[in-house]
């Protein structure tokens, strides 16, 4: 049985940091790639960042690049979204997806 489990959203004040993680089970973590989207409310959901397989890649929207990082830890099958300096605007519910397999998503909200 698949399952991704997204962790690490909150409360955070404007500047202000945290990570996500996305643990994988249930299927070949180390076979695609690994995307994190966001959703605001109101608003479509989006891609804001990729990462390859071999994590040799990586795919950033405009809003967030130079913000946050991408990364995974294939042998423990985590995807994981460092966010640094984060805006009100990043407030969304945030979502992993790996193949057509989706989290059930993690609220971050940016707020002082």
């Known amino acids: 049985q698949v399952h991704l489990r997204e962790s690490g959203g909150g409360l955070v004040q404007p500047g202000g940091s945290l990570r996500l993680s996305c643990a994988a089970s249930g299927f070949t973590f180390a076979s695609y790639y690994g995307n994190w989207y966001r959703q605001a409310a109101g608003r479509e959901r989006e891609l804001i960042a990729q990462v390859s397989v071999a994590s040799d890649n990586s795919y950033y929207a405009d809003s967030v690049k130079g913000r946050f990082t991408i990364s995974r830890d294939n042998y423990k099958e985590i995807l994981y979204l460092q966010m640094n300096d984060l805006k009100p605007e990043d407030t969304a519910v945030y979502f992993c997806?790996?193949?057509?397999?989706w989290g059930q998503g993690t609220q971050v909200t940016v707020s002082s």
């Open positions: 997806k790996l193949s057509d397999y």
